[in-house]
């Protein structure tokens, strides 16, 4: 799930270590661009990274109930969740912290991050929780 670390992703993979989601954004035509790129695929512009709200709402979801990795017990719960900032902005992700059978389609979710270690990095890897639920 976790891509390689480059240049042009390290940020985003890294960047929850302070708590807030990183997410590439060109200047040029104020367009925020996911998953990670090198230039926008917009306008070829060059791309910064700025800090979203974390809030979004799920697009799209689906249950897993067959365990492939011993580390996350089944059921779980695989969303594409759309981002706040912008309708098109969409990243894919578990959601947390709640019964998988209550979650639907156009549910607020707010980021949270898992840090694990992946190729001996730290990475924060973003999931989702309803929106006011605590940890
Ligand atoms: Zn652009």
Redesign the pocket.
């Known amino acids: 799930m976790i891509p390689e670390l480059q240049a042009d992703n390290r940020r985003f993979w890294t960047g929850g270590a302070d708590g807030r989601l990183h997410v590439p954004y ?1 200047e ?4 925020w661009v996911l998953p990670p790129e090198a230039d ?1 695929p ?4 060059a791309l910064g990274v700025r800090t979203v709200s974390g809030e979004g709402t799920v697009f799209t979801y689906t249950v897993d109930r067959h365990p492939f990795n011993p580390a996350v017990p089944p059921p779980y719960v695989i969303a594409i969740v759309e981002l706040a900032e912008q309708s098109d902005l969409r990243v894919a992700a578990n959601i947390v912290d709640c019964e998988p059978d209550s979650v639907t389609i156009g549910m607020p979710v707010a980021v949270r991050f898992e840090e694990q270690q992946a190729s001996g990095e730290t990475v924060y890897v973003p999931v989702f929780a309803p929106l006011g639920a605590t940890s």
């Open positions: 060109c040029s035509c104020a367009s926008c917009s306008c070829d512009g």
